[in-house]
């Protein structure tokens, strides 16, 4: 399947929202047809060695600002991973030929609800516990890191992972790292106060 890809220096990755600063004519021209047509595009990451082999697609979920000259503020979600197989460059847009990637299944309850407990306390302990209904009903992994920003290096590494299973064990390494610091400083504040 032919895509049309946006490469950045983000992680993209199912349910992930993104802003973005649209103003190089090639890209409004993207994300005008991408909003006209209710079409996905790729982000996919790119560095100084050049594209990663795995990206994801998003779709344009609002329109935050728009400018005279064309230049537009908007908001993507991320919809599935995809394989990237070769790429080439066509009226300066990087179109890729890709797979989609298996879709994302719960696993089992006893794999994820030590991992969702642990990103409760996470994002109870940073004060952003406002809508814990919505926090309480997350099914993936993907959907652990709503609160949470990690390097790129890792958010990249985990949409190359190939299973549920496979995450869900890298994050629960950094949520307990995560919890172990924030314990470490409670204690270091106890002896400084």
Known sequence: MKIKLFPLNIVAYPNKYIPL????ERYKKLITESIRD??????????KKGLADIGCTVLVKNILNQYGDGRMDILCVGEKIFK???NLLIDGLTIGDINYLPDLYPIPASLF?????KYLKIIITMGKAEDLKNHISKTTTFELLEMI??????EQELITLPSEESRAKVLNKIFKSILDQVSS???IKKFTS
Not at 21 to 24: G, L, N, Q, T
Not at 38 to 47: L, R, T
Not at 113 to 117: D, G, V
């Open 113 to 117: 609800e030590p991992l969702k407990e």
């Open 21 to 24: 600063h649209i103003f190089e």
């Open 185 to 187: 400083f409670k204690s």
């Open 38 to 47: 209710h079409s996905e595009f790729g982000i996919i990451y790119q560095d």
């Open 84 to 86: 990237l197989n070769k």
């Open 149 to 154: 920003q990690l390097p790129t290096v890792i």
